[in-house]
């Protein structure tokens, strides 16, 4: 057997072949692949497009305004996802520990990157393997290594593996020592191949992202109709250029891009509160889609325990319990090649014994199932399976099958602790067990993460189901996911594989533990279950799991497994705990929250406006707005917006959200417009009344300051001067009553209940108070008013738009406590 290994002159050669163990990425999200999607998404190229045709319409302000935003909003998700991005990439990097190669006849420590097909690698306990490749030589006695395949089958039992047995990528070490040859690395390696499938881009639009996208397409739609439509007219009635432009402008305005700007806000906020939470966010929008989940798919080893044992209990033979702790203890401390059971027992404070001479040892191992040591006094102890010891024992009464299994049934981990004289070898110096008594059964259970009962409690208290997924046996699964509080029926791989179609599907959804189950089932399962139309979150950290939490709404990996894993998912556990969820959850309803009332304030402008625009030119009593006066939506929809965005409640999210918001805003739309284009012609008609009767105080000084006309000169100072009148009264009828509907969301009181209850939040209220003074100032103060293109706060401009106010507010209660647009299109009505 050759165990010089490659030259490094051939290892070079073959690198440069392209042969190298060359790290693949679960993911394809590159830097530029994340500034493509976040720059050219749907909502920043209907932002580009808007400014686009403002800049060639010559209002070079406008188009800054909707461009800028688009960039900020691509800003704000590609900042959040680069920031995961380079996270992910530094505890990559950590990961990549060194490996042990033989070359020249030598052992060298190179990266797992630098491997080459041909190379000899040094294989011990704890090292993970990083090629594909049959074991050449074992190192010991035994003639075993052992394997553990966890992170790749799920299946927590170590593997033995003797020469010429294949050590797979993505497994590590568990035991033994030996010498594996490199023949499949990088892509073609059983971890590659597994990576390179989870790496489909599977980006989806959450149901809320999804909701304002066909809400902002209908509203494209309308403008784009509209627009032509009224423009067509101002052609055909000969309107100016800058006319022409105006009107544009204020029509392309109707598109609630401010909307977009809140969605990036609220996805990056929520992104990093809960990264304070020790969870990092790689998609933006899975802090929202981790509310909607109805179901969570888990592993068991690695997610729900912690890869580590406890000792529960320790039943003595002869009723000695402290002098079996002791025995115990000294085993355990004793041993030099330690395992998970051994380090946990000498880790317990309640064993008291020391560490022994020990003049002989054999290790665990799986083909064994025993590990023993004889000490300098001739004692050998030995710790192994109850039917392994059993035909040894001078007395097997203590490991009786009964006793065994009772154990075995609540998922504990059930060993015998044995004393003898003799050797733990043979003649021929193989592992042998001698006669030996028993000394004790000591129980073991895999120790839960810290939080995991609390949070799947939580998790069933909100009606969210939990399938625990395991490569171990749905027994052992079983009774572990009910210490976890977890009491569901299980099913086997082997069971779930002889069924077919909607069979299938019903046993994924009537089971709650699946044991034994190969590594595509898992992504079988979840695709059952989105089948069945749950929203589905799958928690994993072995590379067995990478494919289902691509194929999950919400895939979340633990920051201890594999870097598959934590490349595809969209939500890393960086402190490997489930405590992390349910604050996800919370920050992903306050986004749905905080976004929906947004979308109540935005349509209602957005179809106030509409119908406005459209009945008023039906009249033809001019064009109702002017660009500047659209800008008063910043006081009215930008900033309360924004805040409410931020001080939203958890609430549950409604499935309904379409029909809630139709509910709302079709009535404040007409009710709103009406009362708009009444107060609009009424004024229309008497300011032109009024120069042709008794004028209004000050008018002609006024709209001659406004206009740019001067009476009795100027043939269209009258009409200029009516329009810009009934515009501003009613630009303060529809920018009060906007801020009222903030009062109507978040009711301070019981007379603003007539869509929701009394809030006891009164940070909406205080800002309402606060729109309201700042939009008093506008009308006060000349500077800017004659920004936003107002008149001076004559009485006519403020009392008729008062009036209007009361009566609207009135109606607008009536209709929505009493239901009406129900009642008039026939619908049912729960009283």
């Known amino acids: 057997m050759d165990t010089d290994g490659l030259t490094e002159t051939r290892a070079r050669e073959l690198a440069r072949e392209g042969r190298a163990n060359t790290p693949v ?16 998404s749907f909502y920043n190229n209907t932002l580009f497009a808007i400014g686009l045709a403002l800049l060639v319409l010559g209002r070079y302000s406008d188009a800054l305004v909707s461009v800028g935003l688009g960039i900020i909003n691509a800003a704000l998700a590609a900042v959040q996802e680069l920031r995961a991005k380079r996270q992910l990439d530094r505890l990559q990097l950590l990961a990549r520990e060194p490996v042990t190669v033989v070359r020249d006849g030598e052992e060298r420590a190179v ?10 690698l040094r294989v011990r306990t704890g090292d993970q393997v ?17 394997a553990d395949e966890s992170l790749l089958t799920g299946e927590s039992d170590p593997v033995a593996k003797g020469v010429g047995d294949v050590l797979l990528s993505g497994s590590s070490c568990s035991g033994g020592e030996g010498l594996q040859r490199a023949e499949h690395v990088g892509t073609d390696s059983h971890a590659g191949r597994l990576t390179l499938a989870a790496r489909a881009d599977t980006s989806v639009l959450t149901p809320l992202q999804w909701r304002i996208e066909l809400v902002v397409r209908i509203v494209i739609t309308l403008v784009v109709l509209i627009s032509g439509a009224i423009l067509a007219q101002a052609l055909l009635d000969g309107s100016t250029v800058l006319r022409f432009v105006q009107t544009s402008a204020v029509l392309s305005g109707l598109v609630p891009y401010g909307l977009f700007f809140l969605i990036a806000v609220a996805y990056t906020v929520g992104a990093a509160r809960i990264a304070g939470r020790g969870a990092l966010v790689q998609r933006t929008n899975a802090v929202e889609a981790v509310s909607r989940v109805d179901v969570v798919c888990t592993d068991k080893t690695g997610t729900l325990t912690s890869g580590r044992l406890s000792l529960v209990e320790v039943v003595p033979a002869g009723g000695d319990e402290a002098g079996a702790r002791a025995l115990l203890g000294t085993f355990a401390r004793s041993v030099t090649s330690t395992n998970a059971t051994t380090a946990a027992l000498a880790a317990d404070e309640s064993l008291p014994g020391a560490a022994g001479e020990v003049v002989d040892e054999v290790e665990f191992r799986s083909s064994l199932r025993w590990s023993g040591i004889t000490l300098a006094d001739g004692t050998s102890l030995v710790l192994g399976a109850p039917s392994t010891l059993r035909p040894a024992l001078a007395d097997g009464a203590l490991a009786a099958d009964d006793a065994v299994r009772r154990r075995t049934d609540q998922g504990l981990r059930v060993l015998v602790l044995a004393r003898g004289t003799g050797a733990v ?4 110096d193989r592992p042998a067990l001698p006669r030996l008594r028993a000394v004790a059964l000591v129980a073991l259970a895999d120790e839960l993460r810290e939080g995991v009962t609390d949070v799947l409690a939580g998790l069933g208290a909100e009606g969210v189901a939990v399938k625990v997924i395991s490569g171990d046996d749905p027994d ?67 590379v067995n799991d990478a494919r289902a939490l691509k194929r999950a709404q919400v895939g979340v990996a633990m920051r201890s497994g594999s870097s598959v894993t934590r490349d595809v998912a969209d939500i890393v556990l960086l402190d490997d705990s489930f405590t992390t969820l349910p604050p996800a959850r919370t920050e992903g309803r306050r986004i749905i929250a905080g976004v929906s009332s947004s979308m109540y304030l935005f349509l209602s402008r957005v179809s106030t406006q509409m119908l406005v625009i459209l009945t008023v030119t039906l009249l ?20 309360p917006t924004f805040f409410l965005t931020l001080w939203a409640r958890p609430d549950p999210p409604a499935d309904d959200l379409l029909v809630s918001l139709a509910r709302f805003v079709i009535p404040v739309g007409v009710l709103t417009a009406g009362f708009a284009t009444a107060i609009y012609a009424y004024l229309y008609r008497q300011i032109l009344d009024g120069f042709t009767g008794t004028p209004f105080p000050d008018a002609i000084r006024l709209f001659e300051q406004y206009t740019g006309l001067t009476y009795g000169v100027d043939a269209d100072f009258v009409e200029a001067s009516a329009t810009l009148g009934a515009q501003s009264a009613m630009s303060v009828f529809v920018s009060t009553t906007a801020i009222v509907l903030i009062l109507l969301l978040e009711p301070p009181h019981r007379i603003f209940t007539a869509w929701a209850p009394v809030s006891a939040d009164r940070r909406p209220t205080w800002l309402a108070l606060g729109l309201f003074v700042a939009f008093a100032v506008v009308l ?25 106010l009361v009566l609207w507010f009135v109606t607008l209660s009536l209709a929505l406590r009493f239901r009406v647009l129900e009642r008039i299109l026939g619908l049912r009505v729960s009283e």
């Open 620 to 639: 033809g009593l001019g064009f109702p707005y002017t660009p500047t006066q659209v800008g008063l939506t910043l006081f009215t929809v930008g900033v």
């Open 25 to 40: 990425s679960g993911s394809e999200r590159t830097t530029a692949r994340i500034l493509r999607t976040t720059v050219f």
């Open 425 to 428: 070898r043979d003649a021929d």
């Open 130 to 146: 990083v090629v594909d490749g049959p074991l050449v030589a074992v190192t010991g006695a035994g003639g075993r290594v052992e």
């Open 476 to 542: 052992t699964v079983a009774a572990l996911a009910r210490r976890a509080g977890l009491d569901a029926p299980a099913i086997s791989g082997p069971a779930l594989a002889a069924l077919e179609g909607s069979a299938f599907d019903e046993a994924v959804d009537t089971h709650g533990v699946f044991g034994r189950v190969a590594p595509e089932q898992k992504e079988q399962i979840v695709d059952a279950l989105r089948r069945a139309g749950h929203q589905v979150a799958m928690v994993g950290d072995g």
């Open 780 to 804: 006060i103060v000349p500077a800017t008013r004659e920004y936003f293109g107002l008149t001076a706060p004559d009485p006519p401009v403020v009392q008729i738009p008062a009036i209007g």
């Open 111 to 120: 990266g797992p990157g630098e491997v080459v097909v041909g190379d000899l």
